[in-house]
């Protein structure tokens, strides 16, 4: 039975509506934000009936710490001051509707088949249940023993002024942790600034980095603020610094020298206070090794490492995992998602999750979207390499079935072909993220964006 809360100081209506309603929906009525808060900290609702002018309270802050609890629940104004500024600013907090007083009680229950959520329906043991998102739901989701290290060493370094180096396969989440390090440190309410040292071109990385005065090249027609300078007192994440050309990392390493930068066209120093957060899913020592990244700088970075295990080495974390991204995505399609089946969270467990985290997210959001009931079934789901049907494994097979499928007169068309298939395919599992299709195809974004030009891929 639909569960239904009325917020009104009129014990005459609340009577009313109560015995009208009660046939049909469990109802509960308070006179009181006070008494309201605390039924909604008890349990949850279906819909609730709110009164715009709550005795000496008004109602659209009652509205506004509502939603801060449930963005979800509908909640319904009851006025008898019907006016457009009533209406518009009821809407603009998250109202679901408006009903006028006296009330009709057939609009009222009109209204509520309307907007009302529907009521949850148990699982059963065979499935996960998938629980309502809150808002304070992390991405970051885990319990195992690995991602418990890292939450460990999080709460331990992150109000410091220590710089954290994140390491970690693509997809395991070296922003959201970058993100969680700056909001759990003391420069929290400062800015946190992102550059992706691989998604933008070497000869503008540096400008884009330190900024420029008028006149430092053509086209500079006037001053421009860099990230560092933007992140002032804030945090500065720099992803994928493996990436970071070797020209441009001495004067990166006086910057974590000094706590000074120079615009380009500029011998003016300027002051930066900027906690750096950087991370790669490169292999440092190689690239140290083969003179692609300075020492000097790494050791400067490094000072604390944060490394991040692959999905397939924390299994016990893919069903939160799951059931967080079931919610999420169920919410934002206007679905009811309320379980996964449990064959496949047994699928999920056993499959090796290449893409990590970023791959599970585009899994479970095409499910939520193919699912055609309230759960989400082994029919809903495509793990890389299900798709199609797979020809023979050996290589002589493979060209054979290539060249059978796509014919192409000379082996460079045959190539381009076969690339053109492989971006497209990337794109699509992406969502078309440009830097995380990059990332799975092992080339830059810059050399992404010419072949997705060179072969007419448009998103």
Not at 86 to 102: C, H, N, Q
Not at 206 to 228: C, I, M, N, P, W
Not at 421 to 447: D, F, P, Q
Request: net charge negative.
């Amino acid at each position: 039975m639909k569960k239904i809360l009325i917020i009104d100081d009129d014990t005459s209506l609340c009577y009313g509506m109560k015995r009208v309603l009660s046939g049909r929906y469990s109802v509960s009525t308070v006179s009181s934000s006070e008494e309201a808060f605390e039924h909604l900290g008890n349990g949850s609702f279906s819909l609730i009936l709110l009164d715009y002018r709550l005795g000496s309270e008004n109602g659209l802050e009652v509205l506004e710490k509502i939603k801060e609890l449930s963005r979800t629940v509908p909640v319904v104004m009851l006025t008898a001051f019907g006016t457009s500024d009533t209406v518009l600013d009821s809407f603009k907090l998250g109202a679901a509707d408006f009903l006028v007083k006296p009330v009709d009680y057939e609009e009222l229950t009109d209204c509520i088949e309307k907007y009302a959520r529907p009521e949850k329906i148990s699982c059963g043991e065979d499935a996960l249940p998938v629980e309502e998102l809150g808002e304070t739901g992390s991405a970051f989701v885990g319990s195992s023993r690995k991602i418990r290290d890292v939450f460990k060493l999080i709460a331990t370094v992150a109000n410091s002024n220590t710089p954290v180096f994140i390491t970690g396969e693509s997809g395991t989440g070296k922003e959201l942790i970058a993100g969680l390090v700056h909001e759990r440190s003391h420069r929290r309410d400062k800015p946190f600034v992102v550059i992706n040292c691989a998604a933008i071109p070497r000869e503008l990385l540096e400008s884009e980095l330190f900024g420029y005065v008028k006149g430092a090249f053509t086209g500079a027609h006037q001053d421009r603020t860099g990230k560092f300078e933007a992140a002032h007192t804030g945090t500065l994440f720099l992803d994928e610094i493996g990436e970071l050309p070797v020209e441009l990392q001495s004067k990166m390493l006086r910057v974590l020298q000094n706590g000074t930068i120079e615009r380009l066209g500029s011998n003016k120093s300027v002051h930066v206070d900027v906690r750096i957060v950087s991370a790669t899913n490169r292999n440092i020592a190689e690239l140290i090794a083969a003179g692609e990244f300075r020492s000097d700088l790494f050791y400067r970075l490094n000072v604390v490492d944060i490394k991040l295990p692959p999905l397939r080495e924390r299994t016990d974390d893919i069903p939160p995992l799951a059931a967080f991204f079931a919610a999420k995505y169920s919410l934002e399609a206007g679905k009811s998602i309320c379980c996964i089946d449990r064959e496949v969270v047994d699928i999920f467990r056993a499959y090796s999750w290449p893409g990590n985290i970023r791959e599970m997210q585009n899994v479970i959001k095409k499910a939520v979207i193919l699912s055609s009931s309230n759960r989400i079934t082994e029919s809903d789901i495509q793990l890389a390499g299900q798709e199609a049907e797979k020809p023979e494994s050996s290589s002589a097979a493979v060209w054979e079935y290539f060249f059978a499928k796509f014919p192409s007169d000379t082996l460079n068309s045959s190539v381009e072909e076969l690339e053109k298939i492989l971006i497209e395919k990337s794109l699509l599992k992406n969502s078309n993220h440009l830097t995380h299709t990059a990332e799975e195809l092992g080339i830059t974004r810059v050399t992404l964006n010419a072949k997705m030009k060179k072969y007419g891929i448009n998103i």
